[in-house]
């Protein structure tokens, strides 16, 4: 059975919410441990301290295992304040030590407010993906995005479209597939993965007619990494890559910006979508959301993307070592 553990996100937000519906869902499926301030959880959340692993698998069952910290101040829902920054990265940062010091199989983080932690705690990062990164000491990660139906993959991220173009280069669109088609193998059990990749430009440019990127750069790229063996198809037209039938043909789509990626992805499951950092030496995943300040604490905010952020990890755990997955039911492996 799979260990996984929580980092809070920001307590003012809807993670502490989704956090206490996801352990009710997925209880006896896995053990879970919960880092935060308990005085956040939604009134009612039967919880219990914890130590460790052991001690969370023997009470995961009939109440949330927290890693129990204090935070201060308490918390307005809807309202972040920048007195909570500290813990909030503390959080990510001690499920860090744990999944790297073996304590847990995987991390699942909850939404952070960056704005927050800048104010707080003059947080140094874009996201969490880039802490991440610098706490396990990798240079290059990349951000996948998954549901049941598609996997994809952006090889630039938040940045304006003017400045992808100039963001794309050939060593960075190599890395984005050499670490995908690695964690396809690796975290998704796929032995020869089938990668497909968009052109930047409508009609992957048309030959030249609408633009240069994919005849000078994008192409070489894949015949390249083609003569290495792998599995690739592309660059093809994006407007036609992500029908039903398109996505039979292959495992994971790289997409050259991100509303490629994201579009259609969140067209094809808004709720249920997973955000996985590849390229890290541990698991983690994350709700493909943000932290909902306008429906925090009203007890209504859809816990669908935590519980699926969850199953995915506890997936990826059975790929990476053939541990027992617990009976995780509702999902299949997409």
Request: proline share 7%.
């Amino acid at each position: 059975m799979s260990t996984i553990v929580i980092s809070c996100g920001e307590p003012a937000g809807i993670g502490p919410e989704i956090a206490a519906r996801a352990w009710a869902e997925r209880r006896t499926a896995m053990t879970l441990l919960w880092i935060g301030d308990p005085r956040h959880l939604p009134q009612g959340t039967p919880w219990q301290a914890v130590k460790d692993r052991h001690e969370a698998r023997a009470i995961c069952a009939r109440a949330l295992p927290v890693l129990e910290r204090d935070f201060g101040p308490p918390v307005v829902p809807g309202q972040p304040n920048p007195a909570h920054a500290q813990g909030v990265i503390d959080a990510i940062a001690d499920g860090v030590h744990m999944v790297q010091a073996g304590e847990a199989d995987a991390l699942c983080t909850a939404p952070i407010h960056k704005a927050a932690l800048i104010d707080g705690a003059d947080f140094a990062y874009p996201g969490h993906t880039e802490y991440l990164a610098a706490l396990a000491g990798v240079q290059r990660v990349v951000m996948m995005l998954a549901c049941d139906m598609l996997r994809v993959v952006p090889a630039t991220i938040h940045i304006p479209i003017a400045e992808v173009p100039g963001a794309l280069t050939a060593r960075g669109l190599t890395d984005t597939i050499l670490i995908t088609h690695s964690a396809l193998i690796r975290d998704f059990g796929i032995a020869t993965p089938r990668i497909a990749v968009a052109g930047l430009n409508p009609h992957a440019g048309e030959d030249g007619k609408m633009g240069m990127e994919e005849i000078e750069m994008i192409a070489p790229v894949l015949e390249a990494l083609r003569r290495e063996g792998l599995d690739i198809a592309g660059p093809l037209s994006a407007d036609t890559m992500f029908h039903a039938g398109a996505r039979a043909r292959y495992d994971a789509a790289i997409a050259m910006y991100h509303d490629q990626a994201l579009i259609p992805i969140k067209t094809l499951d808004f709720s249920g979508g997973v955000n996985v950092t590849l390229g890290l030496p541990f698991i983690r995943t994350s709700p493909d959301h943000g932290t909902a300040f306008d429906i925090a604490g009203r007890g209504v905010a859809d816990a669908t993307s935590m519980i699926a952020a969850l199953d995915m990890a506890s997936r990826m755990n059975v790929a990476r070592t053939g541990a027992s997955g617990g009976n995780i039911s509702g999902k299949k492996k997409p």
